[in-house]
């Protein structure tokens, strides 16, 4: 029988999550607490039947696995199996445990499944609560994803930019019992460095007073996927608002990033967009530092990115070349032992 007040409490503590990555090891958790079971797992599976990642609970925390899984032949069929049907749940009897497969999550790219393993097949009321909760958590997600995204481009937007900086240096302190699966994944590549760039569309005010703000929209649109098609699986794109975008990249060092930005400057001018025909961009970018506020870093990127205008736009500028041509002087950093929050 479930306990009401505490299956109360679960559902506030999970809905109480900004973060989604969090809200999946905390949907587990809930799940965990109520049906004790032997395995229980989320599964990623790419729209081509690739299994992408793999989130397991454990007793003390949840672990990513990101590649060389061992997943059993019959649960890849059921994955299969359970996509093309309609059903809420579908049994798996194994030698050891039955598995039970639902759908969690279904999007274009694709699926997420979980897997609850035990000794007996899940009751009728089990599997009814699970699909209740299950529903909350993607109306949850739902409602999350928006308040996170342009509705425009569906690009995330300005707010999303202010937690993902938190995130790759760790200046917001995680809660260790929820989040003990987010602090290994985040913690930040010891030989990486991370970039900003701000990006501006040029002359855009000419593109919407030509052709008129539902072209200036498209335009916008198809930069969006441009940038979203042209980054690595780890950058990040953000719509600040306006014609203004910002990427946050993470590479070896400067000059892997330099050539990355060229790269994609270099392909939105290539680019021909119906009616419109070509555009321009202009970028300013910096380093990361792990030292200095986020509004600090965008004011840096944003002076780069006012430098390449006032010298000919559709070009990328450092401001660390700023600095070194004595153009630009970087504020004293903040002492290490900081309060950031
Ligand atoms: N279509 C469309 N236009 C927008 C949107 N947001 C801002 N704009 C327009 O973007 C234009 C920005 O123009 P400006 O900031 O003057 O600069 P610009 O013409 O791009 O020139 P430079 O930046 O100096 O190269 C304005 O015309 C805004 O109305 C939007 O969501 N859709």
Redesign the pocket.
């Known amino acids: 029988m479930f306990n009401t007040p505490h299956l109360l409490d679960q559902l506030v503590s999970l809905t109480g999550i900004r973060d989604l990555e969090l809200l999946e090891s905390s949907l587990l958790k809930t799940l965990n607490g109520f049906i004790l079971p032997s395995v229980l797992t989320l599964y990623k599976v790419s729209s081509r039947g690739e299994i992408r990642s793999q989130l397991v609970f454990g007793p003390e925390r949840c672990t990513v696995i990101r590649e060389n899984f061992q997943v059993q032949p019959e649960l890849m069929q059921a994955f299969r199996e359970h996509r093309a049907s309609e059903q809420g749940s579908l049994q798996l009897a194994l030698a050891d445990c039955i598995l039970s497969v639902m759908t969690v999550m279904e999007s274009r790219s694709s699926t997420t499944y979980l897997v609850i393993g035990s000794q007996q097949s899940l009751r009728e009321e089990d599997n009814r609560m699970i699909g209740g909760m299950l529903q909350i958590y993607r109306n949850f997600c739902q409602l999350l994803q928006e308040s996170q995204t342009d509705s ?1 481009t569906g690009l995330a937007n300005r707010k999303t930019f202010d937690e993902c900086f938190s995130r790759v240096y760790e200046l917001q302190p995680l809660d260790e019992e929820e989040c003990a699966v987010a602090v290994e994944q985040r913690k930040p590549h010891q030989q990486t460095t991370y970039w900003i760039a701000m990006i ?7 593109v ?1 007073d030509r052709f008129g ?1 539902l072209y ?2 498209e335009v ?1 649109i198809l930069l969006a996927q441009l940038l979203k098609n042209a980054l690595r699986n780890d950058d990040l794109v953000f719509r600040f608002g ?2 203004e975008f910002v990427l946050m990249i993470r590479c070896q060092d400067r000059a892997e990033a330099a050539g990355l930005l060229e790269r994609l400057r270099a392909s939105v001018e290539e680019q021909v967009i119906p009616q419109v025909g070509h555009i321009t961009i202009s970028m300013g970018a910096t380093e990361m530092m792990r030292n200095t506020f986020a509004g600090t870093l965008l004011d840096y990127a944003d002076k780069a990115l006012y430098y390449s ?1 006032q010298n000919g ?1 559709n070009r990328l500028t450092f401001f660390e070349d700023m600095e070194s041509m004595g153009l630009a002087t970087r504020e004293t950093a903040p002492s290490e032992n900081l309060d950031f929050f």
């Not at 501006?200 to 000419?206: A, N, Q, R, V």
């Open positions: 425009l501006d569309i040029d002359h855009f005010k000419s919407n703000h200036g929209d916008l306006g014609e205008k736009r």
